[in-house]
């Protein structure tokens, strides 16, 4: 393997990990911050280290994320959880919810990242929350209505920015989770009004993944 020049420093941190871009729930946050053994910050992004897991949220696009990631010690042999928002590409979503990604294509400059256009994600058994297929876009103006169309008849149903630089960086699969914000139509992207239902979602969600690795019921 070639040595790249960007060598930092390693961080240690459990062997679990929540990736989760933007925390959005502040009493959540504040009652998961409590419980940490100890946080920093990192590239400006927080670190809360648990007993079970470490968090990293504050980031925004693959860029930032991957550099994150290669301060982590081991990172590419730990297990990694994400939690991100997504766009629904469905007409029949007209409000927030969780989903559970399964598997996710690459659009745009991701399209010369791999020749495999569509990569696996880990398939939680529990049936916990719906399962779908996404496609992550490297930039937001990306979709328009002939993109739409395309990704439709590919079966697509959710859009994002991270899952599929991240499942080639990491060269594994991992859980990814979503909650929807708003529905992408060949009119425009529509965000959809109840935030208290998407904090909602994105609570229960986050709880989910939180029982997940306190109880050490992490998927094989």
Not at 82 to 107: M, Q, W, Y
Not at 211 to 218: F, M, S, W
């Amino acid at each position: 393997m070639t040595k790249t020049l960007f060598s930092p420093k390693k961080i240690d941190i459990p062997d679990s990990v929540v990736l989760i871009p933007h925390f959005y729930d502040s009493d959540c946050f504040q009652k998961i911050k409590k419980r940490a053994l100890r946080s920093f910050f990192l590239l400006g992004s927080e670190v809360l280290v648990l007993e079970r897991y470490a968090l990293i949220t504050g980031f925004l696009g693959y860029p930032y994320l991957l550099t994150l990631l290669e301060f982590i010690e081991g990172i590419k042999e730990k297990e990694i959880f994400f939690l991100g928002t997504a766009g629904s590409l469905e007409k029949n979503r007209d409000r927030p919810c969780s989903l559970h990604i399964t598997s996710v294509a690459a659009s745009g400059i991701f399209r010369f990242f791999s020749t495999r256009k569509t990569l696996e994600l880990k398939d939680l058994s529990s049936g916990e929350f719906e399962k779908v297929r996404a496609v992550s876009v490297d930039i937001v103006q990306r979709e328009t209505r002939k993109w739409l169309r395309t990704q439709i008849n590919r079966g697509i149903q959710v859009v994002e920015m991270e899952l599929f630089p991240l499942r080639i960086y990491l060269k594994k699969s991992f859980v990814a989770l979503v909650v929807i914000s708003d529905r992408v139509t060949e009119e425009g992207i529509k965000p959809f009004s109840d935030t208290k239902g998407f904090k909602c979602e994105f609570v229960r969600t986050f709880g989910y993944i939180d029982y997940l690795l306190d109880e050490n019921k992490i998927p094989v």
